[in-house]
């Protein structure tokens, strides 16, 4: 199984995006998926997870108000909506899952990435 990610763009401070991920087959089997950035120059960084069932979401403080993830089982896909995006939030975005089921925001407890899609913010 493979991660595709799609969705980034270049957008004006203020826009929105919406981030996908697919599965490149199915069924996806996942504890928890999540979406990662990694800005130039800076180290990968927690954005937002959701569990399987979609009963549990957590946002890292920057983005919480202003991101949503979500998940559809039916199409193996993981969404990541975001709104008002800032000139901060500039980086490749990278979805990823993990079939632990104690996980962390740590990019280490997550075993299968996509290849990540580049969002850049203009101010």
């Known amino acids: 199984v493979q991660l595709q990610a799609s969705g980034g763009g270049l957008v004006q401070a203020g826009d929105s995006l919406r981030l996908s991920c697919q599965a490149s087959?199915?069924?996806?089997?996942?504890?928890?998926a999540a979406w990662f950035r990694q800005a130039p120059g800076k180290e990968r960084e927690f954005v937002a997870a959701?569990?399987?069932?979609?009963?549990?979401?957590n946002y890292a403080s920057s983005v919480k108000g202003r991101f949503t993830i979500s998940r559809n089982i039916d199409k193996n896909a993981v969404y990541l909506q975001t709104n008002n995006l800032k000139p901060e939030d500039t980086a490749i975005y990278y979805c990823?899952?993990?079939?632990?089921?104690?996980?962390?925001?740590?990019?280490?407890?997550?075993?299968?990435w996509g290849q990540g899609t580049q969002v850049t913010v203009s101010s």
């Open positions: 087959e199915g069924p996806l089997d996942y504890v928890a």
């Open positions: 959701i569990n399987w069932r979609g009963s549990s979401r």
């Open positions: 990823a899952t993990t079939l632990r089921q104690r996980y962390t925001d740590s990019p280490a407890d997550f075993t299968l």
